[in-house]
């Protein structure tokens, strides 16, 4: 059969209740062209017409209701302006219901019958205690009965109100629909998914999942249209993904990391101050694996705040080192990178390596010095912030490029570092403390390989997290004085969030002065630090606080992300309902990192919401990243992680790749498996896969033209 006379190519303006005004509304609304396109909209719920009610049970004005029984009366009313309406009585076992008609009530009064059983759908309408439905559909009994195509779902789809007004509503798409349904053939459906797979995991045929995702006869046909639709989107994500990492792979040729030197063992052997956790070794074991293979490494490392992240990244660039090439680090921000300098200087001064600094604050002939030396490789290890990655930054052999929490960083960016060595790509380490569930992050993450760190260091306490109300301010201020008394530094955490930054701003000074008042000078300093501050000052206040001049420091999130300063053992967050989970958890993330007993403590107003209760609840309970990142999107939804992902790939009309996890994971594990045994789509079996992309690539193309 050619394609062009496949029904589902054919554009929708020659489909008969459709036309060319109505093709062009649907073009414009919902972006749908041809008949295929309409069909893959789907309802996004169904009314349930198995079900028959009672007169005498409806009680909510606006429901939409079903009624079996006899049209008793129906009478033709002549209205104050001179127009005819059409009356009914309709009654069934339990009781009496008005049916109005303001419309077509000549016509409608001859086709009707008096005395007949009748099906009658439509909206009630409970007015002075009086109900009534308005224009309700009229189906004789008789006549279900004999039709049995008639659904006993009706899907209802979303609409706007241009659409509404054209008829092209639920109740007009449905009547376009079934006449597309009612003339597609099976053979005009391309079954997407392989009979050997379909077979093992009990998926209807993408034929029968089409005519029952539009008009399922009961609950079950609902339901395996449902799953087979849902495995379908994320079995062809997941095998995009896949594909597009395996061709990656084949075309970027990474650095050949083969040999572990002198570099790596000597801080294996002497420079570690610590035994590594066996996650860590594992990490870098895999790290090394993917590095020395000639493979490009494109790779996510995730480990909860303070599982030591960076130490593994320093022996990556160890690696780097050892077969002759620079490696750098990239942070997010002035500060956390300033951290990372000084800290990775240290581990690296001892080795003879050379560590540079670059980031916008770096200027003149500071930077000409830094950029000179780095493109002579008088630089082994640069540290910076997004600025390394700006064009006149060269190096002289990249081999290895680490970022540090990366959910500030894109796609476009990753890209960019790949570039900047025309030899070879530059190995990629992305390094995270979001949490989230394994499979979500291959997802999220794409094209990156991940590596997990699940296990803290030994020997750190537990942070103890309580909530206080306001009214527990001076308990606050006596704990965090005898805090002070010990010798330990405080963190107080104020909101700041763009929409209200003045107010926030005002917010955080007010908070600071109140603070002097209780901890006076000379006795006791703080610190200040938010974002609107100069780069210069920011640091002067951070290093206060690091080097422990300074007791507490007052500050907006900018201190989310990174910072580490061990003596730091109380964080004292403000207004915490208005932060969201995973950020309270980065807060808190900033102490407990030195041996002594840490606390975090989420102060409140009284007023409470359920959600922002059931956040702070979870924050008290645990301290396990992985279980508020799950409490985080159960609360939150998925929006946000959705909304990091490569637009385009994600195309997602039933699924979500949260609340679908059970099928994400097989249509991952499926996926793998099939590129695995067939990469290259050869085998019989799977020619409808190949088939597929191919006819959803010239899609996008078509889309490309018209649009
Ligand atoms: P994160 O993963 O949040 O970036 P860091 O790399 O900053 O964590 O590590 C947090 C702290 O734990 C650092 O002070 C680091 O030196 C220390 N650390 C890392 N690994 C170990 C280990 N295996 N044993 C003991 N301490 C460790
Ligand atoms: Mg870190």
């Known amino acids: 059969m050619d394609n062009k006379s496949n029904i589902l190519d054919i554009t929708l303006e020659y489909i008969k209740g459709v036309g060319p005004a109505k093709a062009e509304l649907l073009k414009k609304e919902l972006k749908v062209f041809r008949v295929r396109d309409l069909l893959t909209i789907y309802p996004f719920r169904y009314v349930d017409r198995t079900k028959f009610h009672l007169i005498k049970d409806l009680k909510s004005d606006g429901d939409t209701v079903q009624l079996k029984g006899k049209l008793v009366s129906l009478e033709k009313i002549k209205g104050k302006n001179n127009r005819f309406r059409l009356q009914g009585l309709f009654k069934d076992s339990s009781g009496f219901i008005e049916l109005i008609w303001f419309q077509g009530a000549k016509w409608l009064g001859n086709v009707l019958k008096e005395d007949h059983e009748y099906v009658v759908y439509g909206k009630l309408t409970i007015y002075k205690g009086k109900k009534n439905i308005a224009h309700p559909e009229m189906e004789l009994l008789s006549d279900r009965a004999k039709d049995n195509l008639q659904p006993t779902f009706d899907p209802v789809y979303s609409s706007t109100e241009k659409l509404d007004s054209r008829g092209l509503d639920s109740k007009g798409r449905r009547g376009i629909l079934k006449f597309i349904l009612g003339k597609i053939r099976e053979e005009d459906v391309l079954e997407n998914i392989p009979d050997y797979l379909r077979t093992q995991l009990k998926l209807c045929t993408k034929f029968q ?144 390596l050379k560590v540079g600094f670059l980031s916008g604050s770096v200027k003149g002939k500071k930077r000409q010095t830094v950029l000179e030396n780095l493109k002579l490789g008088e630089i082994d290890i640069l540290i ?25 960083f894109g796609v476009a960016q990753r890209a960019k570092l790949w570039k900047k060595n025309t030899k070879v790509a530059p190995h990629v380490l992305v390094m995270t403390a979001t949490p989230i569930p394994r499979t979500l992050a291959m997802t999220v993450y794409g094209d990156l390989d991940v590596s997990i760190i699940d296990e803290m260091p030994p020997g750190r306490k537990l942070i103890q997290t309580v909530h206080q ?13 005898s805090e002070i008394d010990k010798g330990r530094q405080i963190y107080v955490v104020f909101p700041l969030i763009e929409e209200s930054a003045k107010l ?30 100069k780069p210069k000052d920011k640091d002067f206040e951070m290093d206060r606080f690091v080097k422990g001049v300074t007791q507490i420091m007052v500050a907006t999130t900018v201190i989310e992300v990174g910072v580490n300063v061990p003596n730091a053992s109380v964080m004292i967050i403000e207004n915490t309902e208005r932060f969201g989970l995973s950020q309270l958890h980065q807060l808190r993330g900033r102490v407990g990192r030195g041996s002594d007993q840490s606390y975090c403590i989420l102060m409140t107003g009284d007023k409470l919401s359920k959600e922002s209760r059931e956040r702070i609840g979870t924050m008290v309970r645990t301290n396990n990243g992985f279980e508020i990142a799950e409490a985080d999107l159960r609360l939150r939804g998925p929006g946000d992680i959705e909304g990091t992902m490569q637009s385009g790939i994600m195309d997602l009309k039933l699924s979500s790749i949260v609340e679908d996890s059970g099928i994400l994971n097989a249509a991952r594990y499926y996926a793998q498996a099939i590129i695995e045994r067939d990469g290259d789509l050869q085998h019989a079996s799977n020619q409808c896969i190949k088939s597929f992309l191919q006819l959803s690539r010239s899609n996008v193309k078509i889309w490309g033209r018209i649009s």
């Not at 306001?470 to 201020?477: D, G």
């Open 209 to 352: 999942a089409l005519h029952w995702i539009h008009f399922p006869k009961n609950a079950s046909e609902k339901e395996l249209a449902t799953n087979r639709l849902k495995f379908e989107e994320l079995f062809y994500l997941q095998l995009r993904l896949l594909l597009g990492k395996e061709t990656r792979k084949k075309k970027l040729k990474g650095a050949d990391f083969n040999v572990v030197g002198d570099y790596f063992n000597t801080f294996y052997k002497e420079g570690l101050k610590f035994e590594l956790t066996g996650a860590q070794k594992r990490v870098i074991k895999e790290i090394r694996a993917n590095m020395g293979s000639g493979v490009h490494m494109n790779r996510l490392l995730q480990g909860d705040v303070g599982s030591g992240k960076t130490v593994v990244g320093f022996m990556s660039m160890l690696l780097a080192k050892d077969n002759g090439y620079q490696a750098c680090m990239m942070a997010p921000t002035e500060i956390l990178a300033q951290q990372h300098y000084a800290g990775i200087s240290e581990l690296a001064f001892p080795l003879g």
């Open 469 to 481: 109300y306001e009214s527990a301010r001076p308990k606050v201020i006596n704990f965090m004085r």
């Open 504 to 533: 926030d701003l005002k917010n955080l000074n007010d908070g600071y002065e109140r603070l002097l008042h209780f901890f006076p000078m000379p006795t006791y300093q703080m610190s200040i630090l938010h974002g609107r501050m």
């Open 384 to 408: 910076g912030t997004h600025a390394l990655i700006e064009d006149p930054v060269v190096f002289k052999n990249l081999g290895l490029a680490i970022i540090d929490e990366q959910h500030r």
